[in-house]
């Protein structure tokens, strides 16, 4: 009897170590732990695999040796455990690895060492996000806000002559109409380019990005030209010949950078139709840029 009396008290004496103290009292775990010992609170540990639940005091032993710790009680542990991934974070149970990532927090809030990872670009004020990844300028060079409507007056901005770095607008009726003599080929290529009328870091889309942007749309006219993330108005075109303004409302032209011959290649749209197009370089159509 005395025997087993005495094996009982050793079995107690065990468990009560293993799920409570290993070294008593600690000063301090980056918490006011003085406070949550006087309220009673406990913590999850890992110990050697298992998770127990132990009082604040009895954590500075448990650390001692080895053991990881939940402070925030998110389920994660501080260090390298066999209970869980480790928690980056152990005073935030908003932040762990079963955390999904939140952009633009400035937060690793999934604890994968990267900050604000597949958010995408971070835009600055009057640009968007295209359909295809790429920022634009959220409205047409010149213009004063980005459109509301096709027929938005405000969104219009103004018409450039292809290759031209100002508003300025010389008139054409000879071959091969185009106000540069001799004709450039190199002018609007690229952020560098010259004549390039965008602000600093935009340039002028090629013809494939155009098309790229085209083919995105939810439907190829004028609709879907507003209803995509660039929100094309029809702003018209201005005639070469006498630089009249034509078409206002009723057709969308958009230069791109890209020569075809003696002419440029444009993006093209009205209420029933979007394509590209090819066109005499002394016409004054529509400028969009595209960030680099």
Request: proline content about 3%.
């Amino acid at each position: 009897m005395k025997k087993v009396f005495a094996l009982c008290i050793g079995v107690l004496l065990f468990v009560a170590c293993e799920q409570d103290t290993l070294v008593p009292e600690i000063e301090e775990i980056n918490i006011d732990q003085t406070t949550l010992a006087k309220k009673g609170v406990k913590v999850d540990v890992c110990h050697k695999g298992k998770i127990i639940n132990v009082s604040v005091n009895s954590l500075s032993g448990h650390q001692v040796h080895g053991d990881a710790v939940d402070m925030d009680g998110d389920g994660y542990f501080d260090i390298e455990n066999d209970c869980s991934d480790v928690d980056c974070d152990d005073t935030d149970a908003t932040v762990n690895p079963g955390m999904v990532e939140v952009c633009d927090d400035g937060i690793d809030n999934n604890c994968d060492g990267e900050v604000d990872e597949d958010c995408g670009p971070v835009l600055n004020e009057g640009e968007v996000l295209s359909a295809n990844g790429r920022i634009w300028m959220d409205r047409n060079l010149g213009a004063t806000q980005a459109a509301t409507s096709s027929m938005d007056a405000d969104s219009y901005g103004d018409f450039y002559q292809w290759g031209r770095a100002t508003t300025d607008f010389t008139t054409v009726t000879g071959f091969p109409y185009d106000w540069s003599s001799p004709q450039n080929d190199n002018l609007w290529q690229g952020v560098n380019g010259v004549n390039n009328p965008c602000p600093d870091g935009f340039r002028i889309p090629t013809e494939a990005e155009w098309n790229e942007e085209r083919l995105s749309w939810n439907s190829y006219n004028a609709a879907g030209a507003l209803a995509s993330p660039l929100k094309l108005p029809m702003a018209g075109y201005r005639h070469r010949s006498n630089g009249a303004v034509d078409a206002v409302g009723s057709f969308g032209d958009y230069w791109s950078s890209t020569v075809s011959g003696t002419r440029s290649r444009y993006l093209a749209f009205d209420s029933s139709t979007a394509f590209m197009n090819t066109y005499d370089r002394a016409y004054g159509f529509s400028v969009r840029c595209l960030k680099d």
